[in-house]
């Protein structure tokens, strides 16, 4: 993964400020009455977040206070139940993870869909079990998206996920345990983030059938 610099804006962009505006009511009339709105009802443990965080729950939710304080609270109780995904101990523990953007079994291309999406590619033929866990690529996972979370364009455009199934086998199904299979279903339900698309590349003719049999 290129450094965050080149993945991060902190302003929208024209385009992406008029479709905030088309798509999810946002101006600065609507986003100030909602920030208001949303951090009195903040439980005590989430008091402290700041604004542009905040504003992400927003925007995935079309600044429906409700939802975004339900997402968030789900946030933050996933976090306290896999505390090796928070915040803190991502940064404390790069080095445990980050060979899985070096080696390519995770790739986010600079250049944005048509929808001005980011995509984040699942490589399944770079994926060495040996040398790499599902927990550890989880992990990945959401130091990606704590990054890509903080471009203001990405929260309001979205993004898709693509995997790459080439090269999928039993090693790398026997990885997706029920708890680790759960765990991901949780954060992507949770995440400040407008989904665009998941697709499948390459899909062998027995990958649905293992997916089956895992769920």
Not at 71 to 87: E, K, N
Not at 117 to 127: A, E, G, N, Q
Not at 183 to 199: H, T
Request: net charge neutral.
């Amino acid at each position: 993964m290129a450094s965050a610099t080149s993945f991060v804006s902190y302003t929208l962009s024209p385009e992406a400020r008029a479709r905030a505006e088309e798509e999810l009511n946002e101006n600065d009339v609507t986003r100030s009455r909602a920030l208001d709105e949303l951090r009195e009802q903040l439980p005590e443990p989430l008091a402290g977040m700041d604004d542009a965080s905040l504003v992400a729950y927003l925007r995935v939710a079309k600044y429906d206070v409700p939802k975004a304080l339900k997402r968030l609270t789900a946030f933050h109780g996933c976090m306290l139940s896999s505390p090796d995904l928070s915040l803190s101990n991502l940064k404390d523990s790069v080095e445990e993870f980050i060979h899985v953007y070096e080696s390519g079994i995770l790739l986010v291309p600079e250049e944005r869909d048509v929808h001005g999406r980011r995509i984040l590619i699942f490589t399944y033929d770079r994926w060495d079990t040996g040398k790499a866990t599902l927990a550890q690529i989880q992990r990945a996972i959401v130091w990606g998206t704590i990054v890509l979370r903080q471009d203001q364009d990405t929260q309001v455009n979205g993004f898709n996920i693509i995997q790459n199934i080439k090269g999928y086998s039993y090693s790398h199904w026997y990885q997706f345990s029920p708890g680790l299979l759960k765990r991901a279903m949780s954060i992507l339900g949770c995440f400040p983030f407008r989904f665009g698309a998941g697709l499948i590349a390459n899909e062998p003719w027995y990958y649905s059938w293992l997916y089956k049999l895992a769920k």
